[in-house]
């Protein structure tokens, strides 16, 4: 029995160190090695991978198109080409990064509006100039936009950083962004989102119903988020915006002019400024919030930092009569749990609004308010260094 016993025993630490070493054993993923380019007309499955993004490249009308998370995309300025990835209406792109590994779209020289981001269409609801439910896109390519279906659906994008984008086109009036979203309907998602340091603005929203959930936007040119055409996403949270170097508005709210019945709302937003960061072109856009030609909407747990580094900026602006008088005083506008570190003031209009006055309840402060609650990770880190400042 003794016997037995011992070599029981002798047989389970055998099998023991046998786990132990199998648990050790790890596998390494090597990247593959390829370009994107030109338009993609069937079903694509990038692996994991570092690609070449060269040109325009168009996902055509009901392709799927699925970047494998960790995979990075270099544009490149030197070449000549004008390089950005375009979603059509009725396509889709499939992005899972994960906060660990996220997808990196990229530009190879590290400059500034090297290229076009990502710019994605649908057929979501819009209202353009006099009313019109379709309008002509501003990024060069002078696409339609504007539809009927609410719950679009472009596909998924998690954990992306877009990286040196915004580019001006030299027409000299039209433009892309780090994220471009052209009537984008309800049914796509849009989760933790990087938009780092394009020469235009972070994010712009075309109309649409998109929400947009966990967004940083660092180091852009231009404004920090913008929309227009009648944006009227209902769930957004958690914006992180940092300007630094040259920046314009944290947040730039228009509506063509039209007096909507409708309005987006955003929850738990930060907009810092750094110390020394100049407006574009010296430009005076150098607010927190700028609302203009009937722009509306309801924002709560706001923290706005740093815009006192121009003597004449407010945290939030009102721009145009009409906007003040259909806007704020007919309770359109909503900003509540407002905190405002330094001495900015809270809000303010220009030569032709010389009173703003908020009904009760439509604009409040508060000494507690977070702003953005987001969580660190390689996602939100560039050269090891953190961007939530």
């Known amino acids: ?96 990064g994960t906060a660990a590994e996220p997808v990196v779209f990229t530009e190879s020289s590290q400059t500034p509006g090297s290229w076009g981001g990502i710019i994605m269409y649908g057929d979501a609801p819009i209202v353009a100039v006099g009313g019109l439910t379709t309008a002509t896109s501003e990024d060069g390519l002078a696409k339609p936009y504007g539809g009927t279906n609410a719950t679009h659906n472009g596909g998924t994008l998690k954990y992306v950083r877009v990286e040196y984008a915004g580019k001006k086109i030299t027409d000299g009036t039209s433009e892309m962004n780090g994220f471009s979203f052209y009537s984008v309907g309800s049914g796509t998602v849009l989760e933790n989102l990087v938009a780092y ?103 709560s747990n706001i923290l706005i930092d740093g815009y006192t580094t121009n003597a004449s900026a407010v945290a939030v602006r009102i721009q145009d009569a009409n906007t003040n008088t259909n806007q704020v005083n007919a309770s359109k506008i909503k900003l509540t749990n407002v905190k405002i570190n330094g001495t900015t003031p809270q809000f303010g209009g220009t030569s032709t609004v010389t009173s703003v006055v908020f009904p009760t309840g439509q604009y409040t402060t508060s000494t507690t308010s977070t702003g953005a609650s987001l969580t660190n990770g390689a996602w939100s880190t560039v050269n090891g260094a953190t961007l939530l400042q």
């Open 197 to 299: 340091k394009g020469a235009d603005d972070g994010f712009e929203f075309y109309g649409g119903t998109v929400n947009l959930i966990n967004a940083i936007s660092y180091g852009n040119f231009d404004d920090s988020f913008d929309w227009q055409d009648g944006w009227q996403g209902q769930l957004n949270s958690n914006w992180f915006a940092y300007q630094t170097g040259t920046g314009n508005f944290g947040m730039e709210i228009e509506c063509k002019n039209n007096n909507n019945a409708f309005w987006p709302k955003v929850a738990n937003i930060t907009l810092k400024r750094a110390s020394g960061t100049l407006t574009e072109n010296n430009s005076a856009e150098y607010d927190a919030i700028q609302f203009k030609n009937q722009g509306n909407g309801e924002y």
């Open 1 to 96: 029995m003794k016997k037995l016993v011992l070599s029981l025993s002798v047989l389970s630490l055998l099998f023991t160190g046998c786990s132990e070493d199998n648990d050790e054993t790890t596998t390494t993923k090597t990247p593959v090695v390829g370009e994107i380019t030109g338009d993609i007309t069937a079903n694509t499955n990038y692996v994991f991978g570092n690609y070449t993004l060269k040109g325009i490249v168009k996902i055509k009308p009901g392709v799927t198109v699925t970047i494998e998370a960790g995979s990075k995309v270099t544009a490149t300025l030197a070449d000549g080409t004008v390089d950005a990835l375009v979603v059509e209406a009725g396509g889709k792109l499939i992005v899972n």
